[in-house]
């Protein structure tokens, strides 16, 4: 239909079991601002890359998949970062929800700010969402520049905003040896957490070396190059600090 958004898709998978409740139907977006040293799909940073669809084809083809998702699954849409295609988020995810889906975004929060146009869309586009998956990846501002190139300020707040607003947020955090796995920084992000009032969940997600090769493939130096997946002992201190139960 004329005048229709149009989103730019990088990727689908039809069963996800660790991005959200349940099994999901992940949906990975194109486009991100952030060039985190270990990401793992650089090949989403380009904001037009990958193929075009509408809200009502990209959902059809979701929901060819519902019979599997059972009572908790649903649609997790990631990237590339989510919120840089949010009017096609919006309308997507309203449709979702019209069809009794549970929704779920998976974000860095790079983009989030409370100034105008952006806070007002992001309001709108929480109507639509049922829980966030956010990345805090490092709490210390300069440590965070140097692992992804931005400042973590306005993820920070997100933070902050989800929680006077009651959103439910899983917390995530990437541990990569030498960047994000110090003591001391994994009990502020801790500290941090206490003060929110709508974390559900908090998960270590272990460092890996399998998106280097892609790095290659685009003609990119690969920033950890020698950098080792975090050992089981630092895993468990993480997990201990952070009390993700695990």
Request: glycine fraction near 10%.
């Amino acid at each position: 239909m004329a005048g229709e958004t149009k989103g730019y898709i990088h990727s689908l998978e039809s069963f996800g079991s660790v991005d959200g409740p349940g099994v999901r139907y992940l949906i990975f977006l194109s486009g991100c601002t952030m060039r985190c040293q270990f990401c793992h799909n650089p090949d989403t940073w380009e904001r037009t890359a990958g193929c075009v669809y509408t809200a009502d084809e990209l959902l059809s083809k979701a929901l060819r998949f519902q019979e599997y998702w059972g009572e908790e699954g649903g649609i997790t849409v990631s990237g590339g970062e989510p919120l840089l295609q949010m009017d096609f988020l919006i309308e997507f995810l309203q449709k979702a929800k019209a069809k009794g889906v549970h929704t779920t975004i998976d974000t860095s929060g790079s983009p989030f700010t409370r100034k105008e146009p952006f806070l007002g869309k992001f309001q709108e586009l929480m109507k639509f969402t049922d829980l966030l998956l956010l990345d805090i990846k490092q709490m210390d501002e300069e440590k965070h520049c140097l692992l992804t190139g931005r400042t973590n300020q306005n993820i920070l707040d997100m933070a902050r905003y989800l929680s006077e607003t009651g959103k439910p947020v899983w917390i995530r955090h990437v541990l990569v040896p030498g960047r994000s796995d110090f003591d001391e920084d994994l009990q502020k992000l801790y500290a941090f957490i206490q003060t929110l009032h709508n974390v559900e969940r908090v998960e270590v997600l272990p460092y890996h070396t399998l998106g280097a090769y892609k790095w290659k493939e685009l003609g990119y130096e690969y920033p950890l190059e020698g950098v080792e997946p975090p050992s089981g002992e630092r895993i468990q201190n993480a997990n201990r600090i952070l009390h993700t139960g695990k």
